[in-house]
């Protein structure tokens, strides 16, 4: 069968497929052809001469006096292949490729169309791994019963769960969408992209495609923590003294965090300075609000954030969202408390007026 090892080589040369992986195919085809022809319970062996490049079919057979089956020889035909032959033993008989005739032509066909779509889905999922973390466009296809969106890409679709959608996002088919990719599956129907457009990392990549120095590294996204559709904090660093991080972030005029804040439906972005000193640190987080002084219990990983009385509502934040993302980004569970509570807290008197807010972990 040197006819098909041609075929082999040629689909290899032609596809850049490596010709060890199309003549496994090929052999797969050309078993299914046998069992076409002979009974899905014949024993059928495909060889792969690589040497002398041709395909060499086996077929085990039952030696018996008069055949009846295909799966059947008699015991003369038996000897020509094995001497010792006797009525009851088995043989493998070399099948004559000719014989197999449109069976085995069907089948190396079919067998190579789906060789070609396995290598174009691995393909595809080779180059659509390397997006995740990172943003990526494609155009709304369509809108799910559960308001689920899927996207189609050149080969590939994604899904952009309702859990994953901004509140303020609208979808229209036909446009395009940009998000965040959170994984790339390989599934059996071809590769599905699940997509965020909530997720803190959109954010920070937001800000590498806004801001050229973000992008090349001179100021640094330390942390990002976010709670979709309302506020988001971002703490920045730069190692270069000459740069403003925060300046660098928001642009001339504001002119770089409008276009952000324009892809994330007006969510308010506080860019603030990153500190190794967790009190410089927690203070700078707590912008807008107004911070008088910071306690820091490093063992237990608390702060208590001392306001002026009057700031005290903008340092929590209209449902606590303030002083819940000042936690989540800096790590520390922080107590908000009203200056004028300070004195009778310090002598270990109680006061209704802390607000205490957990920390969770945030995109770095």
């Known amino acids: 069968m040197s006819e098909i090892f041609d075929i082999a080589k040629q689909v290899?040369?032609?596809?850049?497929?490596?010709?060890?992986?199309?003549?496994?195919?090929l052999a797969e085809a050309i078993k299914l052809a046998i069992n076409r022809k002979y009974g899905e319970e014949v024993d059928a062996r495909v060889e792969i001469d690589n040497e002398n490049e041709e395909f060499n079919v086996y077929v085990k057979?039952?030696?018996?006096?008069?055949?009846?089956?295909?799966?059947?020889?008699?015991?003369?035909?038996?000897?020509?292949?094995?001497?010792?032959?006797?009525?009851?033993?088995?043989?493998?008989?070399?099948?004559?490729?000719?014989?197999?005739?449109?069976?085995?032509?069907?089948?190396?066909?079919?067998?190579?169309?789906?060789?070609?779509?396995?290598?174009?889905?691995?393909?595809?999922?080779?180059?659509?791994?390397?997006?995740?973390?990172?943003?990526?466009?494609?155009?709304?296809?369509?809108?799910?019963?559960?308001?689920?969106?899927?996207?189609?890409?050149?080969?590939?679709?994604?899904?952009?769960?309702?859990?994953?959608?901004?509140?303020?996002?609208?979808?229209?088919?036909?446009?395009?969408?940009?998000?965040?990719?959170?994984?790339?599956?390989?599934?059996?129907?071809?590769?599905?992209?699940?997509?965020?457009r909530t997720h803190p990392g959109f954010v920070k990549e937001l800000f590498k495609k806004e801001v050229p120095e973000v992008k090349d590294g001179s100021v640094e996204i330390k942390a990002v923590a976010r709670e979709p559709s309302r506020r988001t904090k971002v703490a920045v660093y730069s190692k270069d003294s000459r740069i403003d991080p925060i300046g660098t972030c928001v642009g001339s005029k504001g002119v770089r965090i409008a276009a952000i804040v324009k892809e994330l439906g007006d969510e308010k972005i506080d860019v603030i300075k990153w500190s190794a000193n967790p009190s410089i640190y927690i203070r700078n987080a707590m912008s807008p609000a107004k911070v008088i002084s910071v306690d820091i219990d490093e063992d237990l990983k608390r702060a208590r954030v001392y306001v002026d009385d009057e700031e005290y509502s903008m340092a929590i934040g209209k449902g606590g969202v303030n002083a819940k993302l000042v936690a989540k980004l800096t790590g520390y569970n922080i107590d908000i408390v009203k200056i004028s509570e300070k004195e009778q807290l310090e002598k270990g008197g109680d006061t209704g007026e802390t607000a205490s807010f957990e920390a969770e972990e945030a995109s770095s």
């Open 12 to 25: 290899s040369k032609e596809h850049n497929i490596p010709l060890e992986k199309v003549t496994e195919a």
């Open 61 to 196: 057979k039952k030696v018996v006096k008069n055949p009846v089956y295909e799966n059947e020889i008699s015991l003369q035909d038996a000897r020509k292949i094995k001497k010792s032959a006797k009525i009851g033993d088995y043989v493998e008989e070399k099948i004559d490729a000719k014989s197999l005739g449109r069976i085995a032509v069907t089948s190396i066909k079919n067998v190579i169309s789906k060789l070609f779509r396995e290598i174009e889905k691995h393909s595809a999922y080779e180059e659509y791994k390397n997006y995740i973390g990172k943003l990526i466009v494609g155009e709304v296809w369509s809108i799910g019963a559960y308001n689920d969106v899927v996207v189609d890409f050149k080969n590939a679709i994604g899904i952009l769960p309702k859990k994953e959608q901004g509140v303020n996002d609208k979808y229209v088919v036909g446009e395009n969408v940009r998000a965040y990719v959170l994984d790339v599956l390989e599934e059996p129907k071809g590769v599905k992209l699940i997509l965020s």
